[in-house]
């Protein structure tokens, strides 16, 4: 019966999406008759998504084995939060969440339309409706999460083991797809604005919050992945340049540039077709991660087994793409151009280009570095690594650059200014940067690139700090807020690189062993079973100066899976993390571990958390100031007062100061 409601509400949710797709075009093609296709329509097709969730997760919490997906997924020993966060664990059921989300912005796209051009808002449903009906067919006719088990298993395996060991696990998925699928509103409005040629200041203003949205919950889906691969995988680090992990990158590099060349376009009107490109090439780098996730082309701790939907995937992929370009070049030259163009060389408007040159300039370096093992093994056969220390090559000097353009840019006029102007208002700001290098190289001598990073964090938050005092404001406050994060987080990356210590070593009962300047001493070894699974973890006393900690780190056997996972034990203080994992342990009690002292790790958590609430502030400042000029432009105007007969006398006293 379970299966059967699943498929039923799937379908629904296909068919409705392709009822909505059908009726909102046709709308859109009347624009000039001021039709508006029905609002309710777009409730159908999340209706239906809900349903086939609410379905599967029925089937995973009842243990109802006969159905495929609960079979080769769920387990009896499995706890209820992991049993429900199974369902995008693996390749089918994580689908089913992708439809979930993207028809629930259809829903939000058709209900709430901005106000402005009724056309543009209609052609923006129709394509995103398009999309939805297409990823909810994907599900229908290439998923099997309710196919029948004959004879249905008394148990499974349960979920992977790493995804099965921490809470992040029900919130990093669902963030990280809601990010990567705002960018599909991004790319309808693109479409939009395509069919009507009205690529004008409006469309602007009517993608910036759909951009900020999308921006901030990727920000954030992106960090807790980080924090989650420190906390779980055991190897110390947060960031591998893994193909999923860049996958997830590439669109944010775009929303981030479409965010700050949008204020040129709103400003000026200048740089329509790169703004539209931004979107689309966001909404494709989302849907190349999907097909990199999902159709077996790389190898990565984040990819699900090979399945059949790469073929369709690639062929709407290169669908949209064709159509979009199709639909640029009959456009070509119609979508509005600035009235003075881009402005002086020193000016905010130059400074945001240049700012937009370097984030594509890294968004195409990273794909080349995704893409290449893949292209040589189609080509030649030839195994290729990509690792990171080419990603770290060439971003790194292209970051350095983006900093030095933040620096600058609260300088910079809109209007232009003078090279002479501009280096007497950030003096004080340089000191301040030069300031930082010289105190570090003489008391934490370091790498020229850690050092460079650091001057330049200072002379960014220096000038922040200055212009927040002199022109203090809530959308100014937001948005230096979202730049502040982004200099915690890169003191972050740069401080637990420069700066960070590991070894291994093997520790015995009553003889401590130092390890990465860390004195260690084993207590004990405990072991036991939880869930199902056989942990073994180490009692150990860490000791460096007068500080000392008690750390538990084990190993976690999964007998379902025939898979061993690291638990890693984490210490940590405001300038640093210890961090240690267990690698082995044996009946004699002596374990070997890995001691790592992570430096200043904890401040890109808290850069992520400052950029994405300031994101989101920014958000909400900004909704707030259109409802009120919406109601400002609603609201009844007053009856002028009957005129009123003077007399010349109070006519001469009323003129007297």
């Known amino acids: 019966m379970t299966g059967w409601v699943g498929t039923f509400a799937l379908a629904a949710a296909f068919c409705s999406a392709l009822a909505c797709f059908a009726v909102w075009s046709s709308a859109a093609v009347r624009a000039e008759a001021t039709t508006q296709a029905p609002r309710w329509l777009c409730l ?87 999309v939805a009906a297409f990823f909810a067919g994907l599900g229908l006719f290439t998923g099997h999460v309710f196919d029948r088990v004959q004879p249905a298993p008394t148990n499974g395996p349960g979920p992977n083991p790493l995804l099965a060991d921490h809470p992040a696990m029900g919130v990093h998925p669902p963030l990280l797809y809601a990010g990567l699928l705002g960018t599909a509103v991004l790319f309808s409005y693109a479409v939009a604005a395509l069919v009507t040629g009205r690529a004008d200041r409006r469309w602007a203003r009517v993608v910036r919050p759909w951009a900020l949205w999308t921006w901030s919950v ?16 055991g190897w110390g680090g947060y960031w591998a340049w893994d193909p999923v992990e860049n996958a997830a990158l590439l669109p944010w590099l775009l929303t981030t540039a479409l965010l700050h060349a949008g204020m040129v376009q709103r400003r000026s009107g200048a740089l329509p077709a790169w703004n539209l490109s931004l979107a689309v090439g966001a909404f494709l780098l989302a849907g190349f991660g999907v097909l990199l996730t999902r159709s077996g082309l790389s190898v990565s701790v984040h990819t699900f087994a090979a399945s059949g939907v790469g073929v369709p995937l690639l062929a709407f992929l290169a669908a949209v793409l064709a159509g979009v370009v199709a639909l640029g070049l009959m456009r070509s030259g119609g979508l509005g151009r600035a009235r003075g163009g881009v402005g002086p060389l020193l000016s905010r408007t130059s400074a ?208 379902g899976h025939d898979m061993t996972v690291a638990v890693p034990a984490v210490a940590s203080r405001p300038g640093g993390d210890l961090y240690v994992t267990l690698l082995s342990a044996d009946k004699n009690g002596s374990v070997t571990v890995r001691v790592a002292r992570n430096p200043l790790v904890g401040w890109i958590w808290a850069g992520g958390a400052v950029m994405a609430l300031s994101g989101l502030w920014s958000l909400l400042l900004l909704l707030r100031l259109r409802r009120r000029g919406t109601a400002r432009q609603h609201a009844p105007t007053r009856p002028m007062p009957p005129p009123v007969a003077v007399t010349p006398k109070v006519a001469t006293r009323a003129m007297e100061p």
């Open 218 to 233: 990727l920000t954030t889906g992106i960090v807790m992945g980080a924090w989650w691969s420190y906390a779980v995988l």
């Open 352 to 559: 945001i280009l240049a700012n937009n040159v370097l984030l594509v300039v890294l968004t195409v370096t990273v794909l080349v570095g995704t893409l290449f093992p893949v292209l040589a093994d189609a080509v030649n056969g030839t195994q290729v690594s990509v690792g990171p220390s080419y990603f770290n090559t060439v971003s790194v000097p292209v970051i350095a650059l983006l900093l030095a353009l933040m620096g600058i840019g609260p300088y910079l006029r809109w209007r232009g200014e003078s090279a002479g102007s501009v280096a007497h208002r950030a003096l004080l700001p340089i000191v301040a940067g030069a300031s930082v290098v010289v105190c570090l190289a003489v008391v934490a001598p370091t790498g020229r690139a850690a050092l460079v990073t650091f001057g330049l964090a200072g002379f960014v938050v220096a000038g922040i700090v200055r212009d927040v005092v002199r022109r203090p404001s809530g959308p100014r406050i937001a948005a230096m807020g979202v730049h502040v994060g982004f200099v915690l987080l890169l003191v972050g990356v740069a401080g637990s690189s420069a700066y960070a210590v590991a070894g291994e070593g093997t520790v015995t009962p009553g003889h401590p062993h130092r390890v990465a300047g860390v004195d260690v001493a084993v207590s004990g070894v405990t072991r036991g079973r939880t869930a199902g699974d056989t942990v073994t973890r180490a009692d150990l006393v860490l000791r460096r100066g007068d500080h000392s900690v008690r750390l538990t780190p084990g190993l976690r056997y999964s007998p």
């Open 44 to 130: 159908l097709p999340v209706l239906g998504a809900a349903g086939t969730v609410g379905a599967a997760e029925q089937a995973l919490l009842s243990h109802d084995f006969s159905v495929r997906f609960v079979a080769e997924n769920g387990s009896l020993s499995t706890p209820a939060y992991y049993t429900v966060t199974s369902l995008w664990a693996a390749h089918d059921g994580s689908l089913l969440l992708w439809v979930l989300i993207l028809t629930a912005y259809l829903a939000v796209l058709g209900w709430r339309p901005p106000a402005g051009d009724r056309s543009l808002h209609a052609w923006a449903v129709t394509a995103l409706s398009a």
